[in-house]
């Protein structure tokens, strides 16, 4: 009979064990980079871009130009003609990413010495600029896990589709970018064992202290691992369930934003109310095209690019990879023209740190709009668009002092589909006023944001990912 661990209950609390310790016997951090060094040297990639033409194992359609595995799995890339009429852009076209089968995204959990670690995989995806970065013990699609491409099979994907025999402490579909995919979703899991697992090359055990020191780096946490651990039952470490005097006063309020302790400004069925006005009241208007059918695109021999030279651009590549299931292999990416600012602008209101969350529409959200940073964008994106048109609050994100800026990290997005996509990734203290009114923001504490991942389509990929690096602030200052 499997033995499970502690009841739901007492999740949160050994999470926060798991935050304090920032370091274990299990594996030390100070062996993690010669450890990840040695992985990279056996786990390699050597990508290279080709002409459209010569992607082997994949069709271009005669009559409308969309690409297509010829497995029928995988991802199509096709085109999208999208109307927001009340939007800085009103109208228009592009390539987009359709993938309909939802992968899983897993991460494996266990107790040492008291402390829950995480298994995480060092993991080459083609589209990292760095090659190798940490991911989710699974990070597989549908394709992947049934083994469309005839490789070989994923480790430790039974605890994931056989979650029943063990302790299941998150498990959320969840979205990615609407700007680049059609409604792709991945299953975000974590499930705790406590039975031995046999640790196979590339992957180590880490506490989540560890891993939070790890996201302060740029490019080594990636994207899948960043919105798995923003699903977790997180309330901030388990020795200081209320500030002590040791805390700045940021820090102080940022741990009662945590735990709940003082109140937030907008109580959780306003936040509910606002989510659902917004949806009902923005209409987006989304129809198929076909890729060779877009205004403004044009296909050349290597890429499929914007008349502009803006946005991004469609590219081949050819990819000859060590330690995946798979040692070779051709495939379409989206390469983005310039990397991208993501922030969270934050204030303490009555002691309680709050986040100006947005409430964004991208055309390829399955429900319209989604929880986004403050600041989500590409800079050079509206190079050519009036003034009306450039974000709220891009210049207080970027030209915020030092002594405003607590978190500061280039990090890197889905390797596995995106060519070098990298964006800024902040958390800004900001003196806007508590009593600011947009009907497209509003201010939430990071319980509320928590709350709201236990569910779909409320938090976006790149919040996710923000409200992980909060999580990391709520311990000491790096050491790694």
Not at 185 to 209: C, K, Q
Not at 233 to 242: C, K
Not at 455 to 471: D, E, G, K, M, W
């Amino acid at each position: 009979m499997t033995e499970h661990p502690a009841a739901p209950a007492a999740v949160p609390g050994r999470i926060g064990r798991s935050v304090d310790a920032r370091d274990s016997r299990v594996a030390p951090l100070d062996t993690f980079h010669p450890w990840f060094k040695e992985c990279a040297e056996r786990a390699y990639t050597d990508v290279r871009p080709i002409p459209l033409d010569e992607l082997a194992g994949w069709t271009t359609d005669p009559v409308t130009g969309n690409l297509a595995h010829v497995s029928g799995g995988f991802f199509r890339v096709e085109g999208l003609d999208v109307t927001v009429p009340d939007g800085p852009v009103p109208h228009w076209t592009q390539p987009i990413i359709n993938q309909p089968e939802i992968g899983i995204l897993g991460i494996l959990a266990k107790e040492f010495e008291g402390v829950l670690h995480f298994l995480m995989q060092a993991k080459v995806e083609p589209g990292n600029v760095n090659g190798l970065q940490l991911s989710p013990t699974v990070q597989a699609t549908r394709s992947n896990y049934s083994r469309v491409h005839r490789g070989r099979p994923v480790p430790y994907l039974d605890y994931f589709r056989e979650p029943g025999r063990h302790r299941v402490i998150t498990d959320v579909r969840q979205s990615e970018q609407g700007s680049w995919f059609y409604r792709k979703r991945n299953r975000n899991m974590i499930v705790e064992v406590t039975e031995d697992v046999e640790l196979l090359d590339g992957f180590r055990w880490l506490t989540l202290g560890q891993i939070h020191q790890l996201l302060a780096l740029d490019d080594i946490v990636n994207m899948d691992a960043r919105t798995v651990l923003s699903c977790l039952p997180f309330s901030g470490p388990t020795h200081r369930p209320a500030p002590g005097p040791e805390d700045d006063s940021f820090t102080a309020a940022l741990l009662r934003s945590c735990h709940g302790v003082g109140g937030a400004l907008h109580p959780d069925d306003h936040i509910l109310n606002w989510v659902t006005e917004v949806r009902t009241r923005s209409e987006v208007l989304t129809r198929p095209l076909p890729l060779n059918a877009l205004e403004q695109w044009r296909r050349g021999e290597y890429a499929i690019t914007h008349d502009s030279g803006q946005f991004f651009e469609l590219i081949a590549v050819d990819v000859r990879a060590g330690g995946r299931e798979v040692g070779g292999w051709t495939q379409p990416m989206i390469k983005p023209r310039d990397g991208g600012v993501v922030a969270f602008l934050v204030k303490s209101i009555g002691g309680v740190l709050h986040v100006l969350m947005h409430a964004l529409v991208e055309p390829g959200y399955l429900d319209v709009a989604e929880l986004s940073p403050t600041v989500q964008c590409t800079p050079r994106n509206f190079d050519h668009l009036p003034d009306a048109a450039r974000p709220m609050f891009l210049d207080e994100a970027l030209g915020a002092p030092a002594d405003r800026i607590r978190f500061d990290a280039v990090l890197s997005e889905e390797g596995g589909r995106f060519y070098h996509a990298r964006n800024r990734y902040l958390v800004v203290e900001t003196d806007i006023d508590a009593g600011f009114s947009h009907p497209d923001f509003r201010w939430m504490t990071v319980r509320q944001l928590v709350d709201l991942l236990r569910h779909s389509h409320y938090v976006n990929i790149q919040a996710r990912s923000l409200v992980a690096c909060l999580h990391s602030l709520t311990g000491q200052p790096p050491v790694v």
